[in-house]
């Protein structure tokens, strides 16, 4: 490979260091055989049964697959439309607990409250003691740059068929207001579907709940970026993880603008959020009363949390535990495969190489494979796009691995998966070096992984070869940048490839190992 032999000595001492722990084994099996055999002397209750279950996602025919691309509106531009995510629309998450009306002997929907709430009449109020209603009329806060927000304390009624959340105040004024809220992350993007809601005044005709809760309820929306999993993440399940796991897991969710696929591909993460009936509010023809309700999801940043913003804290070490927690993988105390293992002398840290699509590959594979192995890697190719479609066999295929290495793009998501203190190997292609460390960079290392940053110079970038050095795009990559964000998805997301220099990238991968051991 044209590495230096300090190096490849370096490199092999590192990962082929003897270790001794045979006899700690054998004791340690001796013990546990002891544990067990003494445990037979104790009667056995022969209904228990464990309260913990797996769960598995079911894939839906409609699911897309990840696109691999970089967060951008160029990448997703050819990823599949809307209206094919909408096709083969199921009823979903069956197995979610549901808050059924009963129907009286008049055929009026009343309602048995939820949770053992008890009913207050006619208002639709319930005992709840979460929030506080405020005396104003003034429910909606639309000054975030990124997202508006509504939360209905006291006396909030949903109307899913017209899409409206309506609130009562204590104190009927003549004073309504009226909102429309992009229900997402995203409010930028105007394809975000929207929910109208109303506080009313002492003239306007309160509905009549047919369904009365003594929980909160969160309604949002799908639709947007999602199919990319970089925006799965960025714009759906860590805001919602930011809006709704202060209830832990007692909350309803309302889901306008519903993708059964979506739901199906994350459904741990789901049943992690909630342990009740995710609601499909386009077609929801109750008017369901609840104590609060949250319109819209909180957003800090792209792919971050800002634990000063957060009430309750949360930081992105929270969000990826509670990612692994909810697909049941290891305790955060365990290590990582290569140390959990170290009494293996065999054993070779192991990395996942992620295969990209379209753009931003690699033009050398079987270089970068050699190298990999001459470094004394184990080496897992892996293709998110495809190998996510059973996303619970996948997180275990992750979980496995000390380390992800690929380009920048949307695969490198998947390293919240990782355990803590796993390697996240970046790899920049030319030219977008300005914004690399804030897609992943950072929250990487804000999870409790490790980074290394890895960022190609000009001649292993295919656009060398494309404009040649007196480009523009080669010797002035600033003014590409000051032309706008089109120019720069053009030239450095969508149009080039990458020929690593393993030579060149030798002391990254060995930064790596140092992390690693």
């Not at 409609?62 to 083969?88: R, V, W, Y």
Request: aromatic residues 8%; hydrophobic residues 35%.
């Amino acid at each position: 490979m044209g590495l230096p032999k300090a190096a490849k000595s370096m490199a092999k001492q590192r990962i082929c260091r003897r270790r001794f722990g045979a006899l700690l084994a054998t004791a340690l099996v001796a013990a546990v055989l002891a544990v067990v055999v003494f445990s037979d002397l104790f009667a056995h209750d022969p209904n228990a049964s464990s309260q913990f279950k797996t769960l598995r996602p079911v894939r839906d025919a409609s699911e897309p697959t990840d696109t691999g691309g970089s967060p951008n509106k160029e990448d997703l531009a050819t990823s599949i439309s809307d209206q094919e995510l909408d096709a083969g629309i199921s009823e979903p998450n069956q197995a979610f607990q549901e808050t059924t009306p009963a129907v009286s002997e008049g055929g009026t929907a009343t309602s048995v409250p939820d949770q053992g709430g008890k009913s207050t009449g006619g208002s639709g109020l319930v005992q709840y003691t979460k929030c506080t209603p405020g005396t104003g009329t003034t429910i909606c806060d639309l000054s975030n740059q990124r997202y508006d927000i509504c939360e209905l304390c006291g006396d909030a009624r949903t109307i899913g068929h017209s899409s409206t959340v309506t609130y009562v105040p204590q104190s009927l004024t003549s004073n309504g207001k009226e909102w429309s809220i992009p229900a997402q992350s995203r409010k930028s993007l105007p394809w975000i579907k929207k929910v109208t809601v109303k506080s009313l005044n002492a003239s306007q005709q309160e509905p009549s709940c047919t369904s009365r809760h003594a929980i909160p309820a969160i309604v949002f929306a799908l639709g947007g970026f999602t199919g990319n999993i970089w925006h799965d993440v960025s714009d759906v399940l860590l805001p919602l993880f930011l809006t709704a796991h202060q209830f832990d897991q007692d909350v309803q969710l309302l889901i306008t603008n519903n993708q059964p696929w979506f739901i199906k591909k994350y459904s741990a993460i789901f049943h992690r959020i909630t342990k009740h009936k995710i609601i499909d509010f386009d077609i929801d023809n109750q008017v369901r009363c609840y104590p609060h309700v949250i319109v819209g999801l909180r957003s800090h940043r792209d792919f971050g949390i800002d634990p000063n913003a957060s009430p309750h804290n949360y930081t992105m070490m929270d969000f990826r535990l509670f990612v692994r927690e909810s697909y049941g993988l290891p305790a955060p105390e365990v290590d990582i495969p290569y140390r959990a293992d170290k009494d293996d002398p065999e054993r070779k840290p192991r990395i996942m190489l992620i295969d990209r699509g379209k753009t931003r590959r690699f033009m050398n594979a079987p270089d970068v494979l050699q190298g990999l192995d001459w470094f004394g890697f184990e080496v897992v190719q892996a293709d998110p796009r495809v190998d996510s479609n059973n996303l619970d066999e996948f997180v275990r295929l992750v979980d496995s691995c000390d380390a992800i290495m690929g380009v920048h793009g949307a695969g490198l998501t998947n390293m919240v998966f990782l355990r803590s203190g796993a390697v996240l190997v970046h790899i920049v292609p030319y030219g977008i070096e300005f914004m690399a460390d804030g897609f992943y960079g950072a929250p990487a290392r804000n999870m409790g992984l490790r980074h290394v940053q890895y960022s190609i110079s000009q001649d292993e970038s295919t656009l060398l070869e494309k404009y040649g050095w007196n480009h523009t795009v080669i010797k002035d990559p600033e003014a590409i940048r000051n032309s706008g964000w089109e120019k720069v998805g053009e030239f450095y997301m969508s149009a080039q490839d990458i020929v690593l220099n393993m030579t060149r990238f030798g002391p990254s991968l060995l930064k790596a190992i140092e992390f690693i051991m």
